[in-house]
């Protein structure tokens, strides 16, 4: 678990394109996810992991052997192979700053890019660590490489030493978690595991157990179309109405920018159309399930308001549900995370229990019967151009999996 081998790894993972697309209908969303579990299919194989699959899906299965005989639960290891939308993944150009002095990060393809520890306060923490960054046009991929990178690590480390006792572990790696898709075809009798930990979490310590609850609401609205040279009185533009409807969003509540800690929004994050037609997909995202109700019938009530003024025009209101906060099932079994802590205490590493403010793939893996808490992997400044890991952080992740795996062998 050396530097060395996880900055090796992570660059490498980094460098292979795998942004997904949401606007796809495909699974996974872009063929060249694949390209990345060819490569983690492959060193598994060659590093000794057994029952080793890469599925039509582009999922990876793999295992770590048992090394105690006694029967106990399987653990999963799980991180998502794809990267955000939001910024560009392609040719991303990593960047190691070995035993970063503190001083600003200017990233050479776009000095105008510069990250600095008064924009990302966490770093202040991470002086003298060696932080990975881009170059300057594209994203990092931290999210999720540094996860793949620390359960490739782990599971060198422990198929490597044979000694430390461990029972079963099944190793997944997912497509599309960016997308809300991640394990929309996981095959969870193949995956045979009993609880989960999914590697996607932020500061190094951080342990989430909470997510949102989270629907998508798709808005249509109809207009009437008409040639401009002729369409007076006759035209209804719904790019017009549209336009209306958003602007009667609240502005200084009820959206990402001004919300925090365990406060909801309703966010449009697309919109397209022309005079006849309109669509507009908001996400909606609560971390008190009841409340997506609340905040569903009073958009619709912003949207009928704005209808009302346009008695030619209609609109649909189309509300599909995305996730459930993964806290309704961890509370059943209140061991799986005071395990990971007692992991994380024995790394030295001190406890920061965290809220997700979005999803992650153990959120439904958990509603699909895996029991699956979110542990810290240093991702930072995520879905950005700013985005940046600590490869120490890293290193403390995978000491804390191998610490984790022990703990459930003494409890079980």
């Keep these: ?61 793999a295992t770590i052997p048992a090394t105690v005989e006694k029967e106990m639960p399987v653990l999963c290891f799980c991180s998502h192979m794809d990267t955000a939308p939001d910024c560009s993944g392609t040719d991303i150009n990593p960047i190691v ?15 105008t890019q510069i990250i600095t520890t008064t924009e990302h306060p966490y770093l202040t923490e991470r002086i003298g660590d060696d932080i990975i960054t881009a170059s300057g ?20 480390y422990l198929l490597q030493h044979p000694e430390i006792p461990h029972g079963k572990i099944r190793i997944l790696f997912t497509p599309d978690e960016e997308v809300g898709r991640g394990v929309e075809h996981v095959d969870m009798k193949k995956l045979g595991a009993d609880f989960g930990y999914t590697l996607d979490g932020g500061e190094r310590g951080s342990l989430e157990g909470d997510t949102f609850s989270a629907d998508a609401v798709k808005v249509i609205i109809n207009g009437v179309s008409a040639h401009p040279g002729y369409a007076k009185d006759k035209l209804v533009n719904s790019l017009k109405i549209a336009g209306e409807f958003l602007d009667e969003l609240p502005k200084k509540e009820w959206s990402p920018e001004t919300t925090e800690d365990r406060q909801g929004y309703v966010h449009p994050v697309s919109m397209n159309g022309i005079a006849e037609q309109t669509t507009i997909n908001f996400i909606i995202r609560d971390f008190i399930t009841a409340n997506l109700k609340t905040h569903e019938d009073r958009l619709k009530s912003i949207l009928d308001s704005v209808m009302s003024r346009h008695p030619k025009a209609s609109a649909d209101f189309i ?51 895996l029991p699956c808490p979110n542990l810290f992997t240093g991702e930072m400044a995520i879905h950005s151009k700013h985005e940046f890991v600590s490869v ?10 191998v610490e984790l795996v022990q703990v459930w062998t003494e409890k079980s």
């Design 1 to 61: 678990m050396s530097s060395f081998n996880l900055i090796d790894r992570f660059t490498s993972y980094v460098r292979i394109d795998t942004q997904a697309d949401s606007e796809s209908n495909t699974f996974p969303s872009t063929e060249k996810q694949k390209n990345l579990g060819k490569v983690l299919r492959d060193e598994l194989q060659k590093i000794g992991a057994t029952e080793l699959e890469m599925d039509e899906w582009g999922y990876v299965y």
């Design 97 to 111: 700053h070995y035993k970063w002095d503190g001083s600003d990060i200017v990233l050479p393809d776009d000095p």
């Design 137 to 156: 046009k594209t994203l990092l991929g931290a999210d999720d490489k540094a996860g793949v990178a620390i359960i490739m690590a782990t599971a060198e």
């Design 319 to 369: 509300i599909t549900e995305q996730y459930r906060n993964m806290r309704d099932m961890l509370d059943k079994y209140p061991h799986v995370e005071a395990y990971a802590a007692e992991a994380m205490e024995r790394a030295g590493v001190k406890v920061e229990k965290q809220l997700v403010r979005g999803g992650t793939d153990g959120s439904r893996l958990s509603f699909m019967g």
């Design 392 to 401: 120490q952080d890293m290193e403390a992740a995978c000491k804390t999996l």
